[in-house]
């Protein structure tokens, strides 16, 4: 039989986003680097709708013409060696998808020496983790719109669903749908940053337990603040840890790590001379933690200041909530700032109402 689409890279997220597909109703056609993960793959799903062959040139021929393949693999050098083992099998019209993280200027450039060969490449940030991908994601492809009709209808399918339809759009032409995302992470950085200083006011300002914490932030994702970091960062001070018995989150050492995108939203940023100081800030922050070992030197020679004591809890929550909730906007609007300046600058026409 013929696939409706294929899927390269069995990692967590292909393997679930392959689920995802195949449970909306398309045949899936699978491929990983490893014959016996294809192997391991396919006899977990028995009765469904998968195929799979080690070899790509069998990959590319299980598939409907044009060819839909979603790259699911790590961005950067990997994802160009990917598309130049496809190459061969690939015709006129086929279109790759790359959902990983890339870096929006190498999808401009990807994009453009295919467009020559006439095959589609399109560019599209994939949120929500694991379990997103797994029971819907919120997608964010870029490229043509030729290629967007073709994929729309799988895309609909599989994306999370809201009051105001699914969380899919075609975001705008080659490295749109990146970019969007790199944003999107970026925006997210500020967030994280922003329940963290929330976190440490109501802990060193108020002395709140953790417990009592979390009820200010199941309260606060009942309102306008409510999101899924806000509902997660009060479940993850619900955990207690099995060994010392206490607050799992007090366990966890204060040195944040990265994976890029903040920093290239910043630097996007930089070079289309648009402000985002609460993303820009919120980078620092990690950099910052990072630097565990100068911190603890310092601390014993700097003397930070006194703790001070807060009496009105209420009123000090109240006026947390706003601080966040305001700060919260702002960097929404850095954010889309700066997705309005790229797009005008490469033509991209991103609707910022979508």
């Given amino acids: ?105 190498d999808t401009r450039r990807r994009e453009a020496a295919l467009r020559e060969k006439g095959i589609h490449f399109v560019g599209m940030g994939v949120s929500g983790g694991e379990e997103g991908a797994r029971r819907g994601p919120s997608l964010m492809p870029g490229g043509s719109a030729e290629a967007y009709a073709a994929l729309g209808e799988i895309l609909q399918a599989i994306a999370a669903k809201t009051e105001a339809g699914a969380c899919v759009t075609h975001v705008g032409g080659d490295g749109a749908g990146h970019f969007v995302k790199m944003v999107h992470n970026g925006i997210e950085y500020a967030d994280m940053q922003l329940l963290a200083e929330a976190y440490d006011l109501m802990k060193r300002g108020l002395g709140l337990s953790t417990d009592a914490m979390a009820e200010v932030f199941e309260q606060w994702n009942q309102g306008p603040m409510e999101s899924f970091l806000v509902e997660l960062t009060a479940r993850v001070l619900r955990v207690q840890d099995e060994e010392s018995g206490g607050p799992l989150v007090e366990q966890i050492l204060d040195k944040a790590g990265q994976k890029g995108t903040g920093c290239w939203t910043v630097q996007a940023a930089l070079e289309q001379g648009v402000a985002v100081p609460s993303i820009a800030a919120a980078v620092d922050a990690r950099v910052l933690s990072a630097a565990k070992a100068q911190r603890e030197h310092a601390a014993h020679r700097l003397q930070g200041p006194e703790t001070s004591s807060i009496t009105d809890r209420e009123a000090f929550v109240a006026d947390l909530h706003g601080a966040i909730y305001a700060s919260r906007i702002a ?24």
């Fill in 1 to 105: 039989m013929a696939y409706q689409i294929g899927l390269v890279g069995l990692g967590v997220m292909g393997s679930s986003l392959a689920l995802n597909i195949e449970d909306s109703g398309y045949g899936v056609a699978v491929w990983g680097r490893h014959p016996e993960t294809i192997d391991a793959f396919l006899a977990q799903q028995p009765g469904k709708v998968f195929g799979g062959e080690a070899d790509l040139a069998g990959f590319a021929a299980m598939l409907e013409r044009p060819r839909r393949i979603l790259l699911m693999i790590k961005a950067g050098e990997p994802v160009d060696q990917m598309i130049e083992r496809l190459l061969p099998y690939l015709e006129p019209g086929d279109i790759l998808i790359d959902g990983g993280n890339s870096w929006f200027e």
């Fill in 331 to 354: 960097a929404y609007a850095q954010g889309l700032a700066l997705i309005s300046s790229a797009s005008e600058r490469y033509g991209w026409g991103v609707d910022l109402g979508h």
